[in-house]
């Protein structure tokens, strides 16, 4: 079975400093995409940056970047230089080669302080 | 803005009614999927629809009724929903369910229907 464990329920940074939200998975599949979702108190999830399990380089997007160590099971998020917009919940989650579901994990409420 | 539109974005209504959510997205997806999301959790898959045919149902309730017209649109409908049914439904979408092996599709949501049952 699969799972996604995130033990972060909440962090308080100061704005402009970076930012690690911890995931690790688990996964016999050898086969296997990571994705990080952002969710603002108005509800909305927005899709931030997907790793797959072949990847030889960690992904990155503008300001977030994806600390990828497979051999750990692990898929850390990282923020550079936090802004307040950057206040919301944060989700990992896992999706496997033959499934259409995603498993997300408890998720991480990240409050930036101005 | 996002891509995938639900209507309306706030619903309360009592329990012996009967209303329908709506999700819309014209990004080409096969796979539509229904959430539902208690405060301070993660999303709890409902159904998903891959082309049009319903292939995943967690066990809903029947008071929840899916309902995939076609490949652009989703509907949820609620008849006789109790309290604890109150939470914010989301749909998502994503490219083409037919190629499993391809991990790399993300799901892609829309603003969600805040729900409230009186």
């Known amino acids: 079975a699969q799972k996604i464990t995130q033990t972060q329920p909440g962090m308080f940074v100061q704005e402009k400093e970076a930012v690690t939200l911890d995931c690790t998975y688990d996964t016999s599949d050898p086969s296997y995409g990571l994705f990080w979702y952002k969710q603002p108190s108005s509800g909305e999830m927005i899709f931030l940056i997907y790793?797959?399990?072949?990847?030889?380089q960690n992904a990155t997007e503008g300001r977030y970047s994806l600390n990828f160590q497979k051999a750990r099971k692990s898929a850390n998020l990282v923020i550079s230089a936090s802004q307040l917009g950057d206040s919301a919940m944060y989700f990992c989650a896992m999706r496997v080669v033959g499934d259409d579901k995603i498993i997300f994990g408890k998720g991480t409420r990240l409050h930036i302080l101005p | 803005d996002t891509e995938v539109t639900q209507t309306p974005k706030h619903l309360v209504m009592g329990m012996t009614n009967k209303k329908s959510l709506k999700c819309e997205q014209h990004?080409?997806?096969?796979?539509m999927y229904w959430y539902k999301q208690k405060a301070k959790k993660p999303p709890e898959l409902m159904f998903v629809?891959?082309?049009?045919?319903?292939?995943i149902n967690e066990s809903v309730p029947s008071r929840f009724s899916p309902e995939c017209p076609n490949s652009s649109l989703l509907n949820l409908h609620l008849h006789a929903l109790q309290p604890e049914d109150s939470a914010l439904y989301l749909c998502?979408?994503?490219?083409?369910?037919?190629?499993?092996?391809?991990?790399?599709?993300?799901?892609?949501f829309g603003d969600g229907t805040r729900l409230s049952i009186l």
């Open positions: 629809y891959s082309y049009e045919k319903l292939s």
């Open positions: 990004m080409g997806h096969r796979a």
């Open positions: 790793q797959g399990s072949y990847d030889q």
């Open positions: 998502a979408s994503s490219q083409d369910p037919g190629d499993r092996d391809r991990v790399n599709q993300p799901q892609h």
